[in-house]
């Protein structure tokens, strides 16, 4: 016998108010996990879009000027920058010291002082020393009273009673005539028979008077000029005689006067004794 339906059932007790229809404990169990689920789903749902945003206005929002940002957000960019930044460091170093390898060779800058100073800049002494060379070379041809370097002996030239050839003044110069005098080897005496020919005392060169070659022409002292040819003279030591090249004549005591200060000249070469000297 099928069993009695709801309506049926609830008709035959009176006493009971009709409320309508209610399910069954199966169906609000049903209906209950469902909005159970639906509330939980919703509520994640919920949260997490307010995480989301909450995230999303901690990054869109500027840090406030007297508080800095959370650590964690800094430390890891911070690490992976300065991890980026050590890798490329280590892999620069190797080129570095091919750049600082090259400098020693063309080390000749200061040690190129020592190009400076031994090939390019020699020491300071010499340096000083280099500069100094020149003035005294400019010197020289200043000094038209010094002899010429010329090699050849030096001393007196003896003659007549044996005295000797002497400029007349301890202060000579162009012009200055010579005479006879008892030798005292003073420096107005002290002839240098030159090895160009010369005969030089006192700086000046014994040359004859107005560039005559004529008999009884005076001697004197000039300026030393090796082009000059009447400046040379020719010693023969055996016959003791001093000719000038040019007038082909001997030096003379002017008329064998044997008195200091008996002027000389040239004369024909005769062999009397004013015309005899020894020379150095």
Known sequence: MPSPRFS??????????????????????????TA???AVIAGATAIAT?????EQEQVAAPAPENEQPAEPLVDEPVEEAEAAEDEPAEEEEPAEETEEQPPPPPADEPPAE???????????????????????????????????????????????????????????GNGTELHLWDCNGTPRQQWTVASDGTLRVQGYCLSLAGGATADGTRVVLADCDPTQAIQRWRIER??????????????????????NGTPLQIANCSGNPAQKWTAP
């Open 36 to 38: 159970a689920a639906v």
């Open 238 to 259: 055996a016959a003791r005689d001093i000719v000038n090249v040019v007038a082909d004549r001997c030096l003379d005591v002017a008329n064998a006067n044997t008195s």
């Open 50 to 54: 307010e995480l989301d945003s909450g």
């Open 114 to 172: 020592e190009a400076e100073e031994e090939p390019a800049e020699p020491p300071a002494d010499e340096a000083d020393e280099e500069p100094a060379e020149p003035p005294a070379q400019q010197d020289e041809p200043e000094q038209q009273n010094q002899p010429a370097r010329v090699t050849g002996p030096t001393g007196l030239i003896r003659g007549l009673a044996d005295k000797c050839a002497e400029s007349n003044t301890y202060e000579p």
């Open 8 to 33: 049926s059932t609830f008709a035959s007790k009176p006493a009971r108010p009709s409320r309508g229809l209610l399910p069954g404990r199966r169906v609000w169990t049903t209906l209950g996990g």
